[in-house]
């Protein structure tokens, strides 16, 4: 087994899962609940795996310790979020499986099964693919990106862009209430051959009111840009314009989630960021930085403070990130690679660790307050 030399974990332990399982921790999701409680949530992957079952963790005191209250089988990708104080788990029933939902009235303890079209079993037509990408409110509707694999070729490639949506006074657990729109497929030759792949899409309203979807965009190149793919009104349909639609953003070559700040009147993600060290590495393979950047309007974005940083990037990473904000912090959950004393991750990909971060007032961090930046 590969030995690692301890260094102190950031944040808050939530679950660790020993390399030595060959099971993974992946798919961080947060939800902050009506009495003020946390929810946090996690799937697990890794040929130790069965690639369908999800962890659900609750903290009653603002993040410093956490239980674990639910294990749900059949449930994977998954996003939690809350609708009119009612608690949801949205994703897939296994790696590329159905698209389905769960609902919970406990705060999570116990949750429905989605055995049909009247329970949460939304969509068992084709492979569909996520992440815990957010739920958003819009014109009456909640919305969310997901995508299936079913285009020409194979991991990237084969990803479709959907976008998923449902009205805000509907039961989400009936299929008849949801619309998906057309699968957009991608084009290799775009970037001139450079364009790998688009997937794990934000759903998120610019400026101008117009619902679009932000998708990471693998490339191997370190710069990181976004795909901005249009939605139609109705939610049936989407377009993408590879000549206009490319958007530099820092750190899209991993997953990020985006959202609208109303009090700042600002976008804000957390992405992983690639310092200047590792440039000429795989960017997708780079995740031991994560750093805060904004936007007043989706274009441009900006890197106001770098958070969390590791000088190893082999096997430590912070990454998937999930958060929210909270008064003046924000509160995030990270898919995790980091020394245990047990040897550590086994890659960079392969977490060990489920964390909890605070950030205090997130809306001044400047680079000024960045965490020290090392070298290996």
């Known amino acids: 087994m590969r030995t690692s030399t301890s260094s102190p974990i950031p944040g808050k332990v939530i679950d660790h899962i020993p390399a030595n399982t060959q099971c993974y921790i992946g798919s961080p999701s947060i939800a902050l609940l009506p009495d003020g409680g946390y929810l946090a949530s996690h799937d697990i992957f890794g040929p130790g795996s069965s690639f369908d079952s999800t962890r659900v963790f609750s903290s009653k005191d603002q993040g410093e310790t956490w239980s674990l209250i639910a294990r749900i089988q059949g449930q994977f990708w998954s996003t939690l979020f809350l609708n009119r104080d009612v608690l949801y788990l949205l994703g897939t029933s296994k790696e590329y499986g ?24 939304l969509r068992d037509d084709q492979r569909y693919h996520c992440a815990p990408m957010p739920v958003i409110e819009h014109e009456g509707r909640l919305w969310r990106a997901i995508e299936d694999a079913e285009g020409p070729g194979g991991w990237g490639s084969h990803f479709r862009s959907i976008m998923m949506s449902v009205p805000v006074d509907a039961d989400p657990l009936m299929r008849e209430n ?10 290799l030759s775009w970037l001139d051959g450079r364009f790998q792949g688009w997937l794990e899409g934000n759903a998120v309203v610019t400026p101008g009111g117009e619902l679009v979807n932000l998708l990471r965009v693998d490339e191997p190149f370190p710069g990181g840009r976004a795909a901005r793919v249009h939605v139609s009104r109705d939610g049936t349909r989407c377009f993408f314009d590879p000549d206009q639609d490319f958007l530099p953003l820092p750190g899209a070559n991993t997953k990020f989630a985006l959202r609208y700040d109303p009090p700042s009147q600002l ?19 780079i995740r031991n930085t994560l750093a805060l950047l904004c936007s007043p309007d989706l ?7 770098v958070l969390l940083h590791h000088p190893q990037p082999q096997h430590h990473a912070f990454q998937y990130v999930d958060w929210l904000a909270e008064g003046e912090d924000l509160i995030a959950v990270s898919r995790t690679a980091h020394d245990d004393g047990l040897g550590g991750a086994h890659t ?29």
């Open 178 to 187: 949801w619309t998906f729109s057309e699968p957009l497929g991608s084009d």
């Open 98 to 121: 159905a698209a389905i939902i769960r609902q919970s009235r406990d705060a999570g303890h116990t949750w429905t099964e989605p055995e049909d079209e009247r329970t949460g079993l």
């Open 299 to 305: 274009t441009s974005f900006q890197v106001r403070c």
């Open 267 to 285: 976008y804000w993600t957390l992405a992983n960021v690639i310092p200047r060290d590792y440039e000429d590495r795989a960017p997708a393979a």
């Open 348 to 376: 960079y990909h392969d977490a060990n660790f489920l964390t909890f971060h605070r950030f205090e007032g997130f809306r001044h961090l400047t680079l000024e307050d960045s965490v020290p930046m090392t070298h290996p």
